[in-house]
Nanobody, 114 residues
Framework: QVQLVESGGGLVQAGGSLRLSCAASGIIFNMRSMGWYRQAPGKQRELVARITTDGSTNYANSVKGRFTISRDNENTVLLQMNSLKPDDTAVYYC?????????WGQGTQVTVSS
């Protein structure tokens, strides 16, 4: 089993910053990547950013230049979110890819007010 614990969500004004953290525990050998998805009300869940175990990253076009994903240690991934916009309001989910299977966190709410 894999457990993912997210933290760092909250309410922020447009233009502000937040940092999300996700700590993984349990059976995490063969981990390929960790990352973040988000889901806004009435919309599909979408990729925000992913980072592989060798440090390669990919981002959604909508967050490039504003968000940065990084690894704090082998089992923890961070998402630094700057220049936040109201359109970034969503529930953010941490995801871990282990041997091709995705494990999901419970989600953390990010709300950006205008």
């Amino acid at each position: 089993q894999v457990q993912l614990v997210e933290s760092g969500g909250g309410l922020v004004q447009a233009g502000g910053s937040l940092r999300l953290s996700c700590a993984a525990s349990g059976i995490i050998f063969n981990m390929r990547s960790m990352g973040w998805y988000r889901q806004a009300p009435g919309k599909q869940r979408e990729l925000v950013a992913r980072i592989t175990t060798d440090g390669s990253t990919n981002y959604a076009n909508s967050v490039k230049g504003r968000f940065t994903i990084s690894r704090d240690n082998e089992n923890t991934v961070l998402l630094q979110m700057n220049s936040l916009k109201p359109d970034d309001t969503a529930v953010y989910y941490c995801v871990l890819d282990r041997a091709g299977f995705d494990y999901w966190g419970q989600g953390t709410q990010v709300t950006v007010s205008s």
